[in-house]
């Protein structure tokens, strides 16, 4: 009778284990997917950011053709795009303070940007070729894809850090090494295209 009841006890004990270890897994693959949600929008993050870059490019290149155009303004873009660019995040580390150092190396070169099209305003022959205006367009349209992508990228970390912070899912998420996201906040006119009227 008593080795039944030991065998019993084991039975149940083992019961519970397997129990307790799918519970675990359930949630640890319930976080897998979420966790791939922000990486993946981290890449749609980092193209918008590189489309920006390569119209930085191009857009130096039309404002270096112009005579006598300030380059001190045109030194300012150049660092903050070097700058923009060297500052580059591991996707599996998003952390709130490296999104933040991201996103401030970003709003640099998004200040830079604004800066040089205020200059512009000063230079007719500029405002009135056609590929700084086609430029100047993209930027604008480029302006708005950051954004969205952005936001996008805050809805993907907004739900895989409310599924890690729930219990118990917590303690599956702190086991297995899954840290809380970082977000994008607005930054008083980053990221913004300026509108600047070529028609004058």
Same mark, same amino acid.
């Given at each position: 009778?008593?080795?039944?009841?030991?065998?019993?006890?084991?039975?149940?004990?083992?019961?519970?284990?397997?129990?307790?270890?799918?519970?675990?897994?359930?949630?640890?693959?319930?976080?897998?997917?979420?966790?791939?949600?922000?990486?993946?929008?981290?890449?749609?993050?980092?193209?918008?950011?590189?489309?920006?870059?390569? #119209? +930085?490019?191009?857009?130096? $290149?039309?404002?270096?053709? %112009?005579? =006598?155009?300030?380059?001190?303004? @045109?030194?300012?873009?150049?660092?903050?795009?070097?700058?923009?660019?060297?500052?580059?995040?591991?996707?599996?580390? #998003? +952390?709130?303070?490296?999104? $933040?150092?991201?996103?401030? %190396?970003? =709003?640099?070169?998004?200040?830079? @940007?604004?800066?040089?099209?205020?200059?512009?305003?000063?230079?007719?022959?500029?405002?009135?070729?056609?590929?700084? #205006?086609?430029?100047?367009?993209?930027?604008?349209?480029?302006?708005?894809?950051?954004?969205?992508?952005?936001?996008?990228?805050?809805?993907?970390?907004?739900?895989?850090?409310?599924?890690?912070?729930?219990?118990?899912?917590?303690?599956?998420?702190?086991?297995?090494?899954?840290?809380?996201?970082?977000?994008?906040?607005?930054?008083?006119?980053?990221?913004?295209?300026?509108?600047?009227?070529?028609?004058?």
């Amino acid at each position: 009778m008593k080795k039944g009841c030991l065998i019993g006890g084991i039975l149940g004990l083992l019961a519970l284990i397997v129990i307790f270890v799918l519970w675990g897994v359930g949630i640890y693959n319930g976080i897998i997917p979420k966790n791939n949600a922000v990486k993946a929008q981290w890449g749609n993050v980092e193209t918008a950011y590189q489309k920006r870059f390569d #119209l +930085t490019d191009q857009l130096v $290149a039309t404002v270096r053709g %112009a005579r =006598d155009f300030e380059q001190e303004t @045109l030194t300012q873009v150049i660092e903050a795009r070097s700058k923009a660019t060297q500052t580059t995040i591991d996707p599996t580390n #998003l +952390t709130p303070e490296n999104i $933040a150092q991201f996103q401030q %190396a970003q =709003d640099g070169l998004g200040s830079a @940007l604004n800066r040089l099209m205020v200059v512009v305003e000063r230079y007719p022959d500029l405002k009135s070729n056609q590929n700084f #205006l086609s430029l100047q367009t993209s930027l604008e349209s480029i302006a708005d894809e950051v954004r969205f992508e952005q936001r996008k990228f805050n809805e993907a970390a907004e739900l895989y850090n409310n599924f890690i912070q729930k219990i118990p899912n917590n303690m599956i998420a702190n086991f297995g090494g899954f840290d809380e996201k970082g977000y994008f906040k607005s930054s008083e006119g980053a990221n913004v295209a300026p509108t600047i009227d070529f028609s004058n």
